[in-house]
């Protein structure tokens, strides 16, 4: 039981999961950085207001907190956009630049006699010592 344990941790999507997820809340850190460093200080000099946790209001003695929604949502596209410009866009610039390149010519050809590959610049072949047509 416990070598099937090992086999399983051992196997390539646990791990790569598990890697997924570390960089995710590194990556996580930095964006929050990135929020509470540089955009927030700049919608406090567009806005007045670093920090929008203080707005809300009270209906039948509830606190109704709107500000908390806005720093989420302001957080939320932050991390969309961040994602989307350093991940998404070059990944897929770089899967388009693959599919357009022409594939590559072969390098072998059949022997017509033997049908053993051969070298496409070889008169004849190799293996049975047939002509081959050019």
Known sequence: MLKEFKQFLLRGNVVDLAVGVIIGVAFGAVVT???????TPLIA?????PDFSGIGFTLNESRIEIGVFLN???AFLVVAAVVFFLIV???NRMTARARTEAPAEPTLKKCPECLMDVPRAAKRCGHCTSVLAA
């Open 33 to 39: 950085a990135l929020v509470e460093g540089v955009f």
């Open 45 to 49: 000099v567009v806005v007045g207001q």
């Open 72 to 74: 989420a949502v302001i």
């Open 89 to 91: 866009t070059p990944v």
